[in-house]
């Protein structure tokens, strides 16, 4: 039962334009989602959260959009960085639970 | 600089061996997570731990065992009852709920 999905294994984008991660949770009972970035043979760095009572939170090039009744949440990048290229992976969490479940993941490719 | 560290980064088994990996944490949190991670799939959760002496089965627990006698320490071992044991294995710790998780670089085991 995947409770978190990316249906979006990959995702290429031209440096400079945005870049739109999409990531769909089944349980209404997340109520804390978070974003993070993974390069080959690393652990996945932390990028951004939001919680439940709201519906967007920004941090410099990264904005996270929240959907409750669609249960959807985005992850925007703008402008996007070659740097930018690495696997995603969004991840939820319960209420009153500190365990994450993740999402496959999508990799995301800037490209020149 | 405080953080996770992982070790040894690359681990090799023979058939029927049980091996240790080793995390340790000087952040000074409470929760700590072992996870693995196959290939094209997100994060799984294996063991988690909210507090010292105390500690929790994921969602793919079989063939795995772990202790937390220390607050810095949480070592995996993978049992030779485990089937498929070969994954990139992600350590993580939290201060707590509602806060990210923070990530070593893992281990990557290997079955000789």
């Known amino acids: 039962d995947q409770q978190v999905k990316q249906n979006s294994p990959s995702l290429s984008v031209q440096e400079g334009r945005i870049s739109i991660l999409n990531c769909d949770y089944t349980?209404?009972?997340?109520?804390?989602f978070l974003w993070y970035k993974k390069y080959p043979a690393e652990g996945p760095t932390f990028l951004i959260s939001i919680s439940s009572i709201k519906d967007k939170n920004e941090d410099g090039r990264f904005t996270v959009f929240l959907n409750k009744s669609a249960k959807h949440l985005s992850l925007h990048i703008v402008p996007s960085q070659p740097g930018d290229s690495a696997v995603y992976f969004c991840?939820?969490?319960?209420?009153?639970?500190?365990?994450?479940?993740f999402g496959q993941g999508t990799r995301l490719t800037i490209n020149p | 600089d405080g953080g996770i560290t992982q070790s040894p980064k690359y681990l090799f088994r023979k058939e029927g061996q049980n091996v240790t990996l080793s995390c340790e944490q000087n952040?000074?949190?409470?929760?700590m997570y072992w996870y693995r991670q196959d290939p094209g799939q997100g994060l799984r959760l294996i063991y988690y731990s909210q507090i010292v002496n105390d500690f929790q089965k994921g969602d793919i627990a079989e063939g795995y065992s772990v202790s937390r006698e220390k607050k810095e320490s949480f070592p995996l071992t993978v049992t030779s009852a485990q089937k498929n044991p070969t994954a990139f294995y992600l350590c993580?710790?939290?201060?707590?709920?509602?806060?990210?998780?923070?990530f070593g670089d893992g281990t990557r085991l290997s079955i000789l």
């Open positions: 952040l000074n949190h409470d929760a």
């Open positions: 349980n209404s009972m997340f109520d804390y």
């Open positions: 991840a939820a969490s319960a209420r009153g639970a500190q365990k994450l479940v």
């Open positions: 993580a710790s939290s201060p707590g709920l509602h806060q990210p998780q923070h």
